[in-house]
Nanobody, 127 residues
Framework: VQLVESGGGLVQAGGSLRLSCAASGGTFSRCAMGWFRQAPGKEREFVAAISWSVAYTHFADSVKGRFTISRDNAKNTVYLQMNSLKPEDTAIYYC?????????????????????WGQGTQVTVSS
């Protein structure tokens, strides 16, 4: 599975961005998808995940209530809508995918649980 992120950029605090992740070369509809981010000097951290059935989502506490994750299996694309952005949201955002056998599988929140990664897209939030 190849993943390509887009939609990053520079935004003022309080603003919004929507990231997209286009998948190709695999069975996207059987993949759970996740978003991670990595700020300079920090480890990569989990942001959000969505099951392949769209039935389940999970968010890091730091973004809960501000970010939403969605997917369009017909377009092989997953989205991360980011609202009320804060300077501490500044990071490179990565899309990740893992093939799961069951729609009931728990959502993965650790980076090592994901098999495929995009190249990342920079999000910068100015104060």
């Amino acid at each position: 599975v190849q993943l390509v992120e887009s939609g990053g950029g520079l935004v003022q605090a309080g603003g919004s961005l929507r990231l997209s992740c286009a998948a190709s070369g695999g069975t996207f509809s059987r993949c759970a998808m996740g978003w991670f981010r990595q700020a300079p000097g920090k480890e990569r951290e989990f942001v959000a995940a969505i099951s392949w059935s769209v039935a389940y989502t999970h968010f890091a506490d730091s973004v809960k209530g501000r970010f939403t994750i969605s997917r369009d299996n017909a377009k092989n694309t997953v989205y991360l809508q980011m609202n009320s952005l804060k300077p501490e949201d500044t990071a490179i955002y990565y899309c990740a995918a893992v093939v799961v056998a069951s729609m009931w599988a728990p959502l993965a929140t650790a980076s090592h649980e994901y098999d495929y990664w995009g190249q990342g897209t920079q999000v910068t939030v100015s104060s």
